[in-house]
Structures are given as structure tokens and as C-alpha cells.
């Protein structure tokens, strides 16, 4: 029989297709897993609507699903994702291996991305700037940090 | 509830065709900054096409796929402005930006008023990621005001921008970008610069019908 805390622990040890650090739990993109009989209900939320890798993610989760012998409705919400929904955990993960986590609220104005409170991943000082507003993925910024020297990525807030 | 499907084509399309021509800056910005910033913006200004796609698709019973690749060039409704080529002239392209990201901004505004729960829940999504287009082109702006090719670009460009609004929404632009109100130039009539496009664009899709890649 399974449960929605098999599920939630099936969902958790799959890797974001392009930050494979984080699970897409960590990431807080699935936001609802109900358990009807044999039928598994997932809601999830990709992070940036332009995100290549939707189609990847519903795929994974559908697999494991069946894994587990249940049959998948994995659904896309509506329901826009915010990165404040990035678990304390994934937050660790994503530090650990140099991607600056988001910062607590979001930006209305360039002045604020410029200004606030970017702390760099690698030493930890907030002396750093805004290099770029776009990166390699349409979730992530480019700073550079003044105190160590080394660029890094900076996932966006949303 | 029946939706507003001219409505949903409209955003689509401009998003669809503006991506695209945003995308010919890959590779050839002129700062590598600048070649990254476009290439992301032109995947989140499609993203956005296909997530209108798919709400006008469940009214119209097909999918975004087919919205954006199986039609003819003449039933886009997108605006001329988006239509453009300008990927040799980067005023104009800062100019065209600016202007767009203003309007676009304006009417995602009103949609986030929508009685329809799907189309203002997607407005909001959209706004908050076109955050980020808009501190891109609101730095642009600044940066080129005093530049007489891009003071002429604007120029140039403006009954453009207007006519990518509805007529009730103009107003808010012109108060928005400080320029006064004129004639537009009206949806409707497509650029040459459409053709060309959706050649390039369709081209796979049309090489061979109904595969699935």
C-alpha cells in the first residue's frame, strides 16, 4: 500500500534536472501529494515558467510513482512557485556547493538587488556585487565576491 | 467561464515572436553579459507563450504547439512591434525593450484583476518573473537616455508601442515612459519582418508533420 510519505521519500531522492545538488522536494517545486487507492496525485510547481526542464521533472515523478506501483497524475499548478519555498535544507546544500541561496524577500527594483545583502558562498563576506542579473539558468544571477575574489551563482528571488 | 481567446493570442504571440527575435542576440551581443542576458530572457519570454498557449489551447481543444508552429503567418496576432529584426542594431534593441517590458508590465497589471482564477494565478507568475526584464531594460534605458540613436529609436518606435496596447490602456504608458500620446500603429497588418521569421521557425516542425520530437 502506498503512502504520502513514501511518495514524499521516493520525490526527495530525485535530483533538479540542472542543480542536481537539490532534491525536488528541497527545492519546494512539488507542493501536494495525495494517495487515492492505486492513483497518486502530484502537484508541482516549476520554478521559472521558460524552465527546459518541466518535461524532465513530470517525467521523473511519474516514473518513481510507478516504482512504487501506484499510477501518476502529476499535474502543473497554476499557482506560481516562489523561491521562499526552498527548504532550510536545500538552502545548506545549495551554499555547499557554491550557488548563493535566495535572499528573503523579493526585489522590486534593480537598486535593491544591488544593494541588499548578498552573502557569497564561499567565505561568507556580503562585500559583493551584482555582475550579472541573468545567468545560465533563467533562476539564477552572476555576483562576484570583492573579499575572495570568485565569482558565483546567485539563485534568484522570486 | 468562456476566456478572451483573441486576448490570450495576442500576450502569446508578442511573447512567442519577441523571444525569438531576443534569441538572435545569442552569440553576438556586443558584452558576453549581454549575449547570457538575452538568450534568458528569450527563453522566459517563450515560456510565458506556451503557458498562454496552453490556457487557450483547453478552450480551443488543440495544444501550444500547435498554436505556436501550425499556423499561417497571417493568423499571428501578434503586435508589429515585436516583429522587427534587430539584432544588428542595439539602440534600437534597448529601445524596443524598454518600451515593450513598460507595456507589458501594464496590462499584466489588469490581468491580475481577472475573474478568471487561471488567467490572473498565470499573471501573477508572469509578473514576477518579468521583475528581472524589467530592472535588465530599466538599466538599459538609463544608461543610453542621453544617446541620440537611442533617443531617435524611441521615437521611431513609439506609435509601435502604443498600438500593442488597448486603446484604455495607453494612457498608463505614456505616463509611464513620460512621451505624449499619438497615432498608433495598430495590430492587424504584419511587418515583412514576419515571414522571414516564421519560415525560421517552423521550418522543423513543417519537415515533418506530426512526428513528435
Known sequence: MVTAERVWEALAEI???????????DLGVVRDVEVDGERVYVGFTPTFLGCPAL???RDQMAERIRELGAEPDVEVLSEGWSSDWITEEGRRKLRDSGF????GHSPATLLQIQTNTHACPYCGSTDTRLDNLFGPTPCRSIRYCNACRQPFEQFKTL | MSRDITALLRLAD????????????TGIAPFL??????????????????AWYELAAKELGTDADSLAFDREPDEYLCAPLVEMRMADDWARTIARHWLYETADRIRIQVLLNSQDREVAGLAEKI??????????????AERLRDEPAFREAVDELWPYALGLLPEGQRPLLCQAVEMRAGEAIERGEHTEGLRPLWEEMTMVRRSVPGASW
Open chain 1, 100 to 103: 548563493a541561496p535566495p535572499s
Open chain 2, 14 to 25: 508578442d511573447e512567442l515572436i519577441l523571444g525569438w527575435r531576443n534569441s538572435e542576440w
Open chain 2, 127 to 140: 509578473d514576477r518573473e518579468e521583475a528581472y526584464h524589467r530592472m535588465h531594460a530599466e538599466m538599459w
Open chain 1, 55 to 57: 518535461e524532465v521533472m
Open chain 1, 15 to 25: 535530483p533538479d534536472p540542472e542543480i542536481p545538488v537539490v532534491s525536488l522536494v
Open chain 2, 33 to 50: 553579459e549581454e549575449d547570457v542576458a538575452f538568450s534568458s530572457i528569450a527563453q522566459t519570454e517563450i515560456g510565458h507563450a506556451r
